[in-house]
Each structure stands twice: as C-alpha cells, then as structure tokens.
C-alpha cells in the first residue's frame, strides 16, 4: 500500500471508473445485432454494419442497414396508426408522454451508459446533462399534448413524419423530434445516425414497455441512403432533419415541390464574444461548456472566440491554462472533461482540417496532458493569429478546436460575429446589462446566451437563422412546427389561368405612360431598355411597364439590404406608415378600382371590393405591428428566457395574377409590419394596380427601398430572387412546377421559403390571413438568455 | 510593536511571504463576479471530479492534514481545549493507518483553532508536536470592538504562543465600500501579528454579493494576508463553492499579478469527507496541486475529522464505519 504515500504527495485523481456491465449485459441480451422497430414488431436483423465504440474502437453490435423497403413497411406502420393516435384526447397522448418520460427516468443510467459507450461521450455529460434533457423534454411536451388545441387553435398535425437525427446528442436529438410530434398527434419514423442507433433501439424498448400503440413510433436504423428513402418517400408529410448544412440542403432539393413540411437544425460557426468588463475567469469556464463539451461536436458550439482587443492577452494566457486542466480520456471515466470523438473519420476530418489551418499560417496550442494510446481522442485546441479569410475560421470543424480574433469595438464584435453563413448561437460576456441588450438583437441567430453558454431546455425554442436552417425545437415555437393550420388541407388547385391576349414584349417607342421600376425609393428605369404591354381581356393595351431583368433584381434586393435598418424602427413607427398607406390609398381608391377593372375586366362592384379588401388589410397589418410580441420562457434556471420575434430579413415576394393589388398588399404588409424589407414581382398580367401604387408608397412615408417592386416575367424574376443570397426568405405564389423550381433553387443561402404549389389561396379570407399565418413567416424567434443574480 | 519571532513550520519552505502592497483601488474597481456563472461551475465541480479507492484514501488523509482543527465556543473550557489537542495529536486510529499502510505518513492537523483565552492551554496541550496553534483575536466574531482592543488581543495572543492569528473584518466597511479603511485596518494588523501568520476572515455570509466578497478578498491581501478566510462559522451563511470560487480567482489573480501565493481557508458547514474533497479538487483545479499544502490551504472544522476517519475505516476495512468507533474530537 505504498501508493497511498505516493498519491499523497502527488494528489492525482486515479480512475473512477462507471461499470458498463449493465450496457454490455443489453447487448449480449439482443445477440448484439439488432433489426428494426416497425409497427410495435422488432423485424430479423437484414443486411449489417458495425457500430463500434469510439474509446476503444471495439464492435458493439451489429445494426441493420435500412432498405427503401423497410421504410416503405415503416411509413404504412406508421400511417396506419395515425387516426387511431389522433382519435386519442390530448389527455390520453399526454399520458403516453408521461410514461416515456418516467420509464427514461427509470432507466437512466443504462441509457447513460449506452449513450457513453456508442458515442464517446463522457458519462458526465450523458448522465447529468443528455438523459436528464431527454426527460425533461418528454414531460414537457406531456403537457403540451394537452393544450393544444387551447394554445394552438386552428392548427393540425402534418400527419406521419420522417425525422433524421446526427450522432453528436443520440437520444437527446430523438427525445427533441419524437415528444413534441407526438404531442402534436404526429406518428413518426425515426432514423437515428449511423454511428450511434443503439439508445434509439432502447428507446423503441421504452416504447414497448409503456404500451405506446404500435406503428406510433418507428425506429429505422441505416446510413445515408436509408434517410435519403425516407425524405423521398411520398407518403411521409414532413421531414424533420438534425445534421450537416450540406445534407440539410440536399434535403431541401429533394423536397422541393413535394409540400412536404420541412424543418431543418443545421451546423453553425456560432461567435463567442468576451466584452473587457466580462467576469473573465467565468468566461474561460463558459467556453469549456461552449467549446469542450462533447468534444466540440456541437452544432452550436462556441466555436469563434472574439475577445476585446484589450483583454486579449490576459485572456487567452488564462484560457491555455484552464485548458491544460482539462481532462481527456476514457468515457466512461467519471473524472474526464473530454471523451472519444465519435469515429475515426471525424478524427481524420478534424486533422486534415487542422493541416490547412498550419498552411494558411495559423497558432495551434494544445493542451498539456496525454491522450490514450487508442481511441478517436483530440486534445483541446486553441487556434490563434487567424482572421476571417481563414478557412477554419468560416467552416464548422466539429471537434475541441477553437479559433480566437479579437476585436476594438462593440460594433466590431457584431459585423466579426455575423461574418458567416450560419446562424445558430451566439454568446455575450458582460457585466453590463446595457451593453448585452445592445447586442443580443444584432447578432443574427436563433439563441443568444448572455454570460453562460450551451443552456437548453424543452420549454424554450432551439434552431438557427441562415444557413443554420429554420424551425424551433423546444417550447410553443417548437409546437408550431409539428402542426399546420387547418385551412391548408382544404385548399383546392387554383383553376387555370385564362391566357387573354398574348403579351409580346418589343422595344419602346416612347410611349409616356411606361411605367418604371420602384427600387430604393426612386422610380428606376428598367436596365433592358424593353417594355411589355398590358392588355386588357379585351385585347385592348391599357399600359405598358418595364421589363425586369436580373440587373432589376439584383438592384432591387441591394436597395432592400441597405434598408435592413427598417427593422430597428419602433414598432409603432412601423404601424404609423402601414396606416398612412392605408389613408392614402384610400383617398384614390375610386382611380385603383378602375384600374382593376381596366386591366381584369372585373365589374365595378368587384374591383371596389378588392381595393377596400387591401386598405382593410393594410390597417389589419398597421394594427398587428405592435402586438405580434414575443414571450419569457419557464426554463427550470434562475434566468430569463427571452423569446423575441424578429423579421427574416430582405422577403422576396412573387405575386399573382388574380387579385392583383389585394394578393400583393396582403404579403407585403405583414412583411413590412414585421420589419422585413420586401422585392416585390407583381402580377405579371396586371401590373399596373402595384406601379400605380408608387405614388401612394412614396406620399406614405414608407423609407426607400423598405418596399422595391420589379415588374416583368414573373416567373423568372422570381428565379432570380431565389437564387440570390442576399435574399432571405421567398414567397412564391404559382403552379406546382414553378413552386417546386423556387424551393429547389433556394439552397444558395438556404433561404426560408412559402410557395403556394398552384393551391387556391383566397386572398379575401381575413379569417385566415389577416393573422398569424404570415405573421409566422415574416418573423423567426431568438431565444435570449439571460441568466442573474445580484 | 515588541514581538517576538515566531518559528515556522517546515513545509513552507521556499514560501515567500506576502509582504503586502499598496491599495490599488482601479484594480478593485475592476473586479467582476458573475453570480450565475460562479454557482453553475461551483454545481459541477463536484460532479467533474472524484477519487475512488486508494486514491480517495490519500485524499482523506491529506484533508486531515489540512484541517484547522476548531473550538469556538462560548462555552469552551480548558478541559475541552485539552480534548481537542489530544485528538489533534492522534488524529486517527493506528489500526486504521497500519491497513492502509499510511502509518509512515505524518498525519496531523494543520493547526488547533481557539479562543485567545485557550492559546496557553492549547499551546502547552500540542507541545512537542509540531502543531501550531491559532487564534481567533480581534473581537471575534463581530470584529467590532476598538480597533486598539483588537491589535491588543492579537499582540497577547502572539504573546501566549500563538502562531497563526484569525481576524475579521469589519463587515460594514465591505458594505459601505470603505476599502481604505478596510486596508488600513487589516494592515494594522497584519503588523500587530509579526512573524505569526495572518488568516483574514471575510465573513462572507454577511457581505451581500460575490463581488464584495471579491473586492474584500483583494484588499485584505493587498494589505498583507498571508489566507483569507470565508466566515466565523457564525453568520447565517457559511463558506460554500460559489463564495470560495470567488475568493480561489482572486487568490489566482493576485498570484498574476504579485507571484504571491495567498492561502485560502473555507470555514463552517464543512462537515463531510464528500465535501471537503470536492473543495480540494476546487482548489486542484482552480489553483493547482501545490495550493493543496497546509500553508496554503486549511479546513476549518472540527466534526469534518470524525467523518474523514470513519471513511477511512471504511476504506481499511471494506465495511462502512459508525462515527462512535471514532475517539471524539
């Protein structure tokens, strides 16, 4: 017992090992090779690929690789369990929920183990912050299967849902897809990732245990081309998907068109911002939750360090030295910081990264300490004399790797923190509530944590701006997103356009009433130089208007980024000059109504109906302005959650040919009233009702280049929208095929898209849109946190 | 001042002493404490590290040697003094040292902690033993009567062979932010104390926020602390992690910025082995190994003794222990 004496003196930890007998003992009871869970049933294991544990790079079970038939009997299963899931009371599903919840609880530990050993994890991280989220998460939407229908009226769930979760959080992600769908009345068909399925394999045991109806949770496991079955699957009513930008934007293309609902949480390069007056050593301690917790397989991890240039070198000379405090090692050791990444492939993919890094000039400091002999380990690294043009300052490494910049001023720590394509997090350190609330706001993403870092909880709204994707998870924005408003199951085709006259284009000849573009709060000259004609059913021509070309668009959308600063206007500004608008339409709106008439052919009485339909709506939106509000969160921590709204960003609009002044008016204005700034492509055959209005635009105070008009093809000036990056999000209302072309082609910058797929909205319908609806999608929610104490 | 020299122990050799530096009030003003941040690390600490088997042992018995072994009574007696040397003589059971083969360990408290009152007793009590004793002497735990009472009672307690002498502040200038006064008093002090080591208790329970208790913490080493200490164990709040992270980070930050090393001595409520081991990996983690030595680093406490050695009965014997079977503190 000389080592008593020796430990002593040098007072090491030793191991502290956590048994995984448990978890070994519930693989050698499945034979350690698993099928799938489909319809209540666990099928013969199929085709098999190894799932390995990362510490030790040892096969743990074999997990069969899903064929596009077993998700076709998945997707039956689970559609044939959804009337009788749906015919239950909220009460009833909220017990279901309840006993999951539980049942996890229960089993807790087997569950952390598990988790630890397929993943890589430390048992830390999978017993006190993973498996107590995922029951946190299940209770919570317990309740929310109950009051639905009092707190989201009017809304349906999608139907059956295919969901695709990564291998960083394994049951945490399916508890964050799974509790709130099925709250909602959704079955699902989950595919857990690759690399980690077996606490998903439990989970469909859990399922078992409490006597969820069959076929109402169905677990797939598989690779790529298994979730690539279950995106394209036609009778699955929305994906779901946690993952890579770059599969989420494969996602979106192979969705398109489909009306599939579609939610996506994608990677992120989220800034970590250290204001000179922060608590500093607290911001150090942040960044081990920010940046070493899960090895840095974070999507929203604090991976861009920005630190006020005048505390940067006390900064960073006390960071290295938390870092060499760090522990890695073994998982399942209770006394480790830092376990296994998740697969070699990642290891390999972090150091080729790292190996750019050393080419493009870049300081590496690693942490002192020893790595193990074997396992997918890395040390905590911290990345210096890097600046935005380098590479691993723009792409999500993934791993325990941080790059630090500085920076002189607040506005600076702002423009360096949205200098990327994602949007997912963010974290401020301050001790200055002023300087926090000044900044929360500007940073584009979906979560902003103030002085803390990596906070979650089922009660507040999760998921990204940008290329970070779009949908909440968590709290009643997350609700939203399993469910969608009942009206759109009843809209039936619009019916075919009658095609009048053809509508040539041929050079002008100096005809004064061309009417021009309205970019930036100036009247414009088309860049072609051509005209079209409007003409009348009659074939009579009653106008012409420029023909807009992709300059037009680009110009327009120009002029809308710069008016961004739209957004920072008081509310009640905003509500002033959507009333003003409303004023002065109303003051001409016998000369909008014989204009309607003159291009539709609409009687008198109809076009007199549109034209107070849209200063109705106008006033409608004017009035929303100010109340479409935001909400505090109930996360179980002595912190306020702040779920605010903001507008998307520049909305690019393309119009239709019916209701031409009303259709229009009717998404512009909930657009503007949020905040948004707008290209509008009005109705291509009736142009002249949206350039008569510049007039009334420009007499209301509304600020140049909040709202920009182009008029021409709408077809492919909406292309051009869609395809453009600095366009964030895109309304599109046309035929099927033209619908299925804008989502596909919005991948660029991932932009949030509403396409009508040539449904028969009713632009008239206040029950339905004179609300929520586009309120929605106008605006995303930020979560705010901000936790305090005296 | 007339004092005698002290003799200290042996350990801290190569220690320099902290010879006390100007008040620097932009660097006071400077200090910031985020309550929410300072109490999630403190929940977790204990959670991110643990020592199991014969490392939990070496543990253990490191913790003996840490402890400010205490009676702060009003009823205390000579009688009771005495008890409590004897038990810091032999602080645990041979039979418990021979099976953990730690009897070659000089495993001893870090001091004996008493009244003025009792300074003679317990010195004459420890005799021979190599364990200092310390004295809690300014008007404790008020630390309230005149200041010249105050550097009486510390110059008698060095007199009557105290070596380590315990003061407390005075709360109300913390709370009314009187750092020069503050410095000025602890510097008087400090002084008054001679060679005899200085443990600045904070009474931290009693000083509203982390910040003050940071602030405070800097300008009694400022002044000349050789520790600074959470609480009497008097006020309604003792010491715990969040308040002894506050004062371990500026214990760091002054090392920064001085190479001083300053000891840190949580006080109260420290009961259980769990506990004081969570505060040593507190201090391993915050400070480093080094901090974990008795001139840097004490408990005080004295029930905390039974508890370390039933567990380390437990640790010997592979069956849990009964704290009876323990000779009373």
């Known amino acids: 017992m000389n080592e008593i004496t020796n430990i002593f003196e040098s007072l090491d930890y030793g191991p502290a090992p956590e048994a995984a007998a448990p978890a070994e003992v519930w693989l050698d009871l499945h034979g350690r090779k698993f099928g799938q869970f489909i319809g209540g049933k666990w099928t013969k294991p199929g085709k098999t690929f190894a799932s390995i544990n990362p510490a030790n790079e040892k096969e743990l079970a074999r997990i069969t690789d899903g064929t596009r038939a077993d998700v076709d009997k998945a997707v039956k299963a689970a559609r044939a369990a959804l009337p009788g899931w749906q015919a239950l009371s909220g009460f009833e599903r909220a017990k279901y929920l309840y006993a999951i919840a539980r049942q996890i609880s229960k089993d807790s530990r087997l569950f952390a183990v598990l988790e630890s050993i397929d993943n890589g994890k430390p048992i830390r991280e999978s017993r006190d912050a993973d498996i107590p989220l995922v029951i946190r998460h299940f209770y919570h939407h317990a309740g929310w299967a109950q009051h639905l229908e009092r707190e989201l009226p009017d809304m349906v769930p999608y139907g059956v849902c295919g969901q695709i979760i990564p291998w960083n959080f394994p049951l945490l992600m399916l508890a964050w897809k799974i509790a709130p769908a099925l709250a909602a009345g959704n079955t699902v068909v989950l595919k857990p990732a690759e690399f980690t399925s077996l606490t998903a394999l439990l989970f469909a045991e859990v399922c078992e245990k409490v006597g969820l109806p069959a076929g109402v949770v169905n677990i797939i496991t598989g690779q790529g081309e298994t979730g690539a079955a279950l995106v394209d699957h036609p009778d699955v009513d929305k994906i779901a998907f946690t993952g890579s930008t770059e599969v989420g934007k494969i996602i979106r293309r192979a969705t398109a068109g489909s009306g599939k609902g579609l939610s996506l949480e994608l990677g992120g390069k989220s800034p970590y911002i250290v204001f000179e007056d922060a608590d500093i050593d607290s911001a150090i301690e942040g960044l081990v939750d920010a940046i070493w917790f899960n090895q840095g397989q974070v999507c929203c991890a604090g991976s861009r360090l920005l630190v006020q240039e005048s505390i940067e070198d006390k900064f960073l000379k006390r960071l290295r030295a938390r870092m060499d405090k760090l522990r890695v090692g073994d998982p399942l050791d209770k006394a480790v910081d830092i376990g296994a990444l998740v697969d070699p492939i990642q290891v390999q993919r972090i150091r080729s990264l790292l190996a750019t890094g050393e080419k493009e000039g870049m300081v590496k400091y690693e942490a002192k300490g020893a790595l193990p002999p074997t396992g997918c380990y890395l040390k905590p690294t911290l990345i210096t004399g890097v600046s935005p043009s380098h590479t691993l300052v723009q792409e999500e490494i993934f791993g325990p790797v941080l790059v630090s910049m500085s920076f002189r001023t607040p506005e600076e720590a702002v423009a360096l923190a949205n200098n990327t394509v994602y949007g997912l997090a963010s974290t401020v350190w301050t001790e200055n509530i002023n300087l926090a609330l000044d900044i929360a706001p500007q940073i584009k993403a979906g979560v902003v944590w103030v002085n803390c870092s990596n906070q979650f909880d089922a009660a507040v709204g999760f998921g990204g701006y940008k290329e970070s994707g779009f949908g909440r998870e968590g709290g009643k924005e997350g609700m939203r997103v399993y469910m969608k408003p009942a009206f759109e199951k009843k809209l039936k085709p619009a019916a075919p356009v009658k095609t009048a006259a053809n509508i040539d284009t041929y050079e002008t000849d100096g005809i004064d009433h061309t009417a021009k573009m309205y970019i930036g709060g100036k009247q414009a000259r088309g860049d072609s130089g051509y005209a079209r004609t409007v003409i009348a059913p009659d074939g009579t021509a009653v106008g012409e208007v420029s023909d807009g070309n992709r300059k037009d668009v680009r110009n327009a959308v120009e002029a809308a980024r710069k008016a961004l600063g739209w957004a920072n206007t008081t509310a009640h500004l905003r509500a002033q000059i959507l009333y003003f608008l409303g004023e002065n339409l109303d003051y001409r709106r016998a000369e909008f109504a014989d204009r309607i008439r003159a291009m539709t052919g609409a009687t008198a009485a109809a076009a007199k109906k549109e034209v107070d339909a849209s200063i109705e709506r106008l006033f409608a939106f004017a009035g929303w302005a100010d109340k479409f509000d935001g909400a505090v969160h109930n996360a179980p921590l002595r912190a306020i959650a702040a779920a605010m709204i903001e507008p998307i960003g520049v909305i690019g609009i393309a119009a239709p040919d019916e209701n031409p002044l009303l259709a229009p008016i009717a998404m512009l204005a909930p657009a503007v009233a949020m905040g948004n700034t707008t290209v509008l492509i009005p109705s291509e055959r009736h142009p002249l009702a949206m350039t008569d209005l510049y007039q009334v635009i420009e007499t209301s105070d509304v600020p140049g280049g909040v709202i920009n008009i182009v008029t021409g093809d709408q077809p492919s000036l909406a292309r051009v929208l869609t395809e453009h990056d600095g366009v964030d999000a895109l309304w599109y209302v046309g035929d099927v095929d033209h619908s299925a072309e804008m989502e596909r082609q919005s991948t660029g910058n991932l932009k949030q898209t509403w396409t009508t797929r040539g449904l028969d909205f009713d632009w008239f319908d206040k029950d339905n849109l004179e609300g929520r609806f586009f309120l929605d999608r106008a605006t995303q929610v930020k979560n705010v946190w901000v936790p305090y104490g005296a | ?329």
């Not at chain 2, 003799?7 to 220690?15: M, V």
């Not at chain 2, 939990?56 to 040397?85: F, H, Y």
């Not at chain 2, 005075?170 to 002090?189: F, I, N, P, S």
């Not at chain 2, 391993?284 to 370390?308: C, I, M, N, V, Y």
């Open chain 2, 1 to 329: 001042m007339s004092l005698h020299a002290v003799q200290t122990t042996s350990p801290e050799r190569g220690h320099q002493r902290n010879p006390g530096f100007p008040l620097d009030l932009d660097w006071v003003e400077r200090v910031r404490m985020n309550r929410s941040a300072l109490e999630r690390r403190a929940s977790t600490i204990g959670a991110r590290r643990s020592v199991k088997k014969q490392w939990q042992s070496a543990w253990m018995l490191k913790a003996i040697t840490l402890i400010d072994l205490t009676t702060l009574n009003s009823d205390d007696t000579p009688g009771r003094v005495e008890r409590l040397c004897a038990k810091a003589r032999h602080p645990v059971r041979d039979d418990i040292l021979k099976a953990l083969g730690a009897e070659k360990l000089d495993i001893k408290p870090g001091a004996v902690c008493v009244y003025h009152a009792f300074v003679k007793t317990a010195v004459k009590a420890l005799k021979g033993s190599g364990i200092p004793v310390a004295a809690v002497s300014t008007a404790f735990p008020h630390g309230l009567a005149p200041l010249e009472t105050r550097l009486m009672e510390i110059e008698a307690s060095v007199q009557d062979g105290a070596k380590e002498i315990d003061i407390v502040i005075e709360r109300g200038q913390v709370l009314t932010g009187d750092w020069q006064g503050l410095y000025d008093q602890v510097k008087a002090m400090r002084e008054a104390c001679g060679d005899a080591h200085i443990k600045t208790i904070l009474g931290t329970g009693e000083l509203a926020t982390l910040t003050n208790v940071a602030k405070a913490s800097l300008v009694c080493m400022l002044a000349g602390a050789d520790f600074i200490k959470t609480s009497t164990g008097k006020e309604k709040v003792n010491a715990n992690l969040k308040t002894s992270l506050a004062m371990v980070r500026m214990i760091r930050w002054f090392h920064e910025e001085t190479g001083i090393e300053i000891g840190y001595k949580p006080a109260g409520g420290i009961s259980s082995a769990k506990d004081a081991l969570t505060y040593m990996a507190l201090m391993k983690e915050e400070l480093g190994t080094h901090w974990l030595q008795p001139h840097l680093f004490r408990f005080g406490a004295s029930s905390l003794l039974t508890d370390l050695e039933r567990q380390l009965e437990h640790q010997a014997t592979g069956r849990y222990s009964a704290d009876y079977r323990q000779p009373m503190v």
